[in-house]
């Protein structure tokens, strides 16, 4: 769990830091290129005969759709969506994670689930600000299909990894920035003007700051995370980093936040994790 609140407190300043260099350059580039310094963090650890080829493409694979196509589609619904509504329809993600993860197992975790639904409510106490209207329906799908390739990246890497006990974690997620790469860059070349995506020095060490700790050291520390902890667990702390970003901006940013609703999401939050933690004890006979 250690590993999930750490990532959820680096997320949360990043925020603040996304919002306020990139205005100016093309957000698909800027998501490749966060990609890409990610994987160039990792190749020390790259050792392509550690781990077997079928394995490869399924690690490769996870990272396409967790990170490359999750980008994608989240950078595409800023087209039909304000800022704001952007944000508030991430919180469905952990609702995600629980049903993928009931559906690969066979069996629907029903404590995990009411853990989700609680977090979502936790989230959406600090983010709703009314519907969402006819024109970005497009936006609200594109939202919910990032949503549900960042569940299905976290819970398919939750179980699989597993399977692959001798191989090093950075060593396999050498493997999923070289697939999410791949992803967004196939994408970001129908998009992206690169002879006009040109950073300044302080744009280049924010992507910096972003590709490598934010994205780099963050989605590694949030798969290892989710690989020690229960799928409730996990699902909640998708929306964790919500009230955590904040608490962020009141304290470093100084924006103009409500502390009751914050005080309600922190309390939902902490319920969330009491029910999915907390487990019934076995009955003695």
Excluded at 39 to 67: C, S
Excluded at 174 to 203: E, H, K, N
Excluded at 240 to 249: E, N, T
Aim: hydrophobic content about 60%.
């Amino acid at each position: 769990m250690l590993y999930l609140i750490a990532v959820s407190l680096l997320w949360a300043f990043s925020f603040g830091l996304i919002k306020t260099s990139f205005s100016d350059l093309d957000s698909t580039g800027v998501a490749t290129v966060r990609l890409a310094l990610a994987l160039l963090a990792f190749l020390p650890f790259f050792k392509p005969k550690a781990v077997p080829r079928p394995a490869v493409l399924t690690f490769m694979a996870i990272g396409a759709i967790q990170f490359g196509l999750m980008y994608a589609l989240y950078i595409a619904a800023f087209r039909y969506l304000q800022a704001y509504e952007v944000v508030m329809l991430t919180i469905f993600t952990p609702i995600y994670v629980v049903l993928f993860d009931g559906a690969l197992v066979g069996r629907l975790d029903r404590r995990a689930l009411l853990a989700a639904v609680v977090a979502l409510f936790g989230a959406a106490v600090l983010k709703w600000q009314g519907g969402i209207s006819r024109e970005g329906l497009l936006g609200v799908l594109l939202m919910q299909s990032s949503n549900l390739c960042f569940a299905v990246g976290q819970v398919a890497y939750q179980r699989y990894r597993q399977q692959w006990q001798r191989a090093s974690d950075a060593g396999i997620f050498a493997w999923l920035y070289l697939g999410a790469v791949i992803a967004a860059g196939a994408v970001s070349l129908f998009i992206t003007d690169w002879t006009a995506f040109r950073p300044s020095g302080a744009q280049w060490a924010a992507l910096a700051y972003l590709g490598t700790l934010a994205s780099g050291v963050g989605f590694f520390l949030w798969n290892l995370g989710a690989t020690k902890v229960s799928t409730g667990t996990l699902a909640v702390f998708n929306n964790l980093k919500i009230p955590l970003g904040v608490v962020v901006a009141l304290l470093v940013f100084h924006e103009a936040v409500s502390l009751p609703h914050l005080a309600v999401s922190f309390a939902l939050m902490a319920l969330a994790l009491y029910l999915t933690e907390k487990r019934p004890s076995a009955k003695v006979t």
